[in-house]
């Protein structure tokens, strides 16, 4: 185990997803993250009706896991119609987006390595003893 990064103060540490800040990105999406060094959690509640938001990247796959509710979640323009308990892995450079058909729509994403776009989403990390 190593001593350094962000990893230190979470071993041997429970920490549920109300224990984490969350934030409004836009209309309808709110987002909690969790992250060690390697691995990242995002968890996403998302509103029928949300401001979509097609888009891509190219450095990492990204897997998708929706733990309540059911949505539409569109790889390159093709529909895959998931409910809870469901998986679907989004390739890199893929374009994707997510459409909640019914609420409450839970959407956990998975990211190796860990997103440095949403490293802001971690500030809480740091006030952990």
């Known amino acids: 185990m190593t001593d350094e990064g962000r990893n230190a103060k979470l071993y041997n540490r429970v920490i549920g ?8 990105l836009r209309k309808g999406v709110r987002r909690r993250v969790y992250s060690t060094d390697e691995v990242m959690v995002a968890h ?13 990247h190219d450095d ?7 733990s309540e509710g059911r949505c539409n979640y569109y790889v390159e323009g093709v529909p895959h119609e998931m409910t809870a308990g469901t998986f679907l892995l989004v390739p ?7 459409e909640p058909l019914e609420e409450p729509c839970v959407n956990i994403d998975i990211f190796v390595p860990p997103r440095a776009d949403f490293a802001k989403s971690l500030t809480y990390l740091d006030d952990l003893s």
Not at 17 to 24: G, I, Q, R, S, V
Not at 92 to 98: D, N, S, V
């Open 17 to 24: 997803w109300a224990d984490m800040p969350e934030t409004e």
């Open 44 to 56: 996403h509640t998302l509103d029928v009706g949300m401001d979509l938001n097609p888009h891509s």
């Open 60 to 66: 990492f796959d990204q897997l998708v896991y929706i």
């Open 92 to 98: 890199a450079g893929a374009e994707h987006y997510i």
